[in-house]
């Protein structure tokens, strides 16, 4: 993560934030709901304080987070106690084993990595049954009129459009995208609580419509595009 622990969790304070919040985890509720969860394990890379890890824990995940940022991880420690496995560590280059959990999730990462591809192929060579990722969309209207010229962090970032993550997913896990999510349709004026931008920034619409996409990819019970990755699909799943 770019920013510094207090700067990051200030934002989810302000009332934009605190809404824009309330529709990530709605989403993150929604795109995890076809997986097991009880007993499975998820690695989130890029955990930064444990905002998301948390509410993965919440949903009966056992949890482990990675971040590049030492005090990113202290602010997620002071969070989670001992409930959750976290380290520091390089998301395109993890010393995890092979198939070494579940699940592995990129949550609003991709756009600030040096290397995006790798760090989807060290997700998908971590994670045995999936990957779910959440990523700024380029053709939202919160880029194009709040982020596109601004001067924040979030603009140096390289966003992606629906388009763009699709492609990226299948180079590097060699699998297709199981299913993808959007909220947040509007700029940013409209994220309130009241009245009818909050009605229509509250539903969740395709992957193409929204700010912030979730897209969930499945490795159990899928054929992989690339036979490189054809040791993640078990025996007799095709």
Same mark, same amino acid.
């Given at each position: 993560?770019?920013?510094?622990?207090?700067?990051? &969790?200030?934002?989810? #304070?302000?009332? &934009? /934030?605190?809404?824009?919040?309330? =529709?990530?985890?709605?989403?993150?509720?929604?795109? +995890?709901?076809?997986?097991?969860?009880?007993?499975? %394990?998820?690695?989130?890379?890029?955990?930064?304080? /444990?905002?998301?890890?948390? =509410?993965?824990? =919440?949903?009966?995940?056992?949890?482990?987070?990675?971040? $590049?940022?030492?005090?990113?991880? !202290?602010?997620?420690?002071?969070? *989670?106690?001992?409930?959750? #496995?976290?380290?520091?560590?390089?998301?395109?280059?993890?010393?995890? $084993?092979?198939?070494?959990?579940?699940?592995?999730?990129?949550?609003?990462?991709?756009? *600030?990595? %040096? #290397?995006?591809?790798?760090? +989807?192929?060290?997700?998908?060579?971590?994670?045995?049954?999936?990957?779910?990722?959440?990523? +700024?969309?380029?053709? @939202?209207?919160?880029?194009?009129?709040?982020?596109?010229?601004?001067? $924040?962090?979030?603009?140096?970032?390289?966003?992606?459009?629906?388009?763009?993550?699709?492609?990226?997913?299948?180079?590097?896990?060699? *699998?297709?995208?199981?299913?993808?999510? @959007?909220?947040?349709?509007?700029?940013? %004026?409209?994220?309130?609580?009241?009245?009818?931008?909050?009605?229509?920034?509250?539903?969740?619409?395709?992957? @193409?419509? /929204?700010?912030?996409?979730?897209?969930?990819? #499945?490795?159990?019970? !899928?054929?992989?595009?690339?036979?490189?990755?054809?040791?993640?699909? &078990?025996?007799?799943?095709?």
């Amino acid at each position: 993560m770019p920013w510094e622990p207090e700067r990051y &969790e200030a934002w989810f #304070d302000t009332p &934009e /934030g605190r809404f824009a919040l309330d =529709q990530e985890i709605r989403l993150l509720q929604n795109v +995890l709901a076809g997986w097991p969860r009880r007993k499975r %394990k998820m690695l989130e890379i890029g955990c930064g304080t /444990g905002l998301f890890l948390e =509410q993965m824990y =919440q949903m009966g995940l056992d949890v482990t987070g990675i971040d $590049s940022s030492s005090k990113m991880i !202290m602010a997620a420690r002071k969070r *989670f106690g001992n409930r959750a #496995d976290l380290h520091i560590g390089n998301g395109e280059n993890m010393g995890y $084993s092979d198939n070494e959990f579940d699940y592995a999730c990129i949550w609003s990462v991709l756009e *600030f990595s %040096k #290397d995006p591809e790798a760090m +989807l192929v060290e997700a998908a060579r971590v994670a045995e049954k999936g990957l779910l990722i959440g990523f +700024l969309n380029k053709h @939202s209207l919160y880029y194009t009129m709040d982020i596109r010229k601004a001067e $924040s962090t979030l603009s140096k970032g390289n966003w992606f459009t629906w388009c763009e993550m699709k492609d990226l997913i299948k180079r590097a896990t060699g *699998f297709h995208p199981t299913m993808a999510r @959007s909220v947040l349709p509007g700029p940013m %004026k409209t994220w309130k609580s009241t009245g009818i931008a909050s009605m229509l920034n509250s539903k969740i619409f395709p992957p @193409s419509v /929204g700010a912030f996409v979730a897209v969930r990819v #499945d490795f159990i019970n !899928m054929k992989p595009m690339n036979p490189l990755f054809a040791w993640k699909t &078990e025996p007799g799943l095709g």
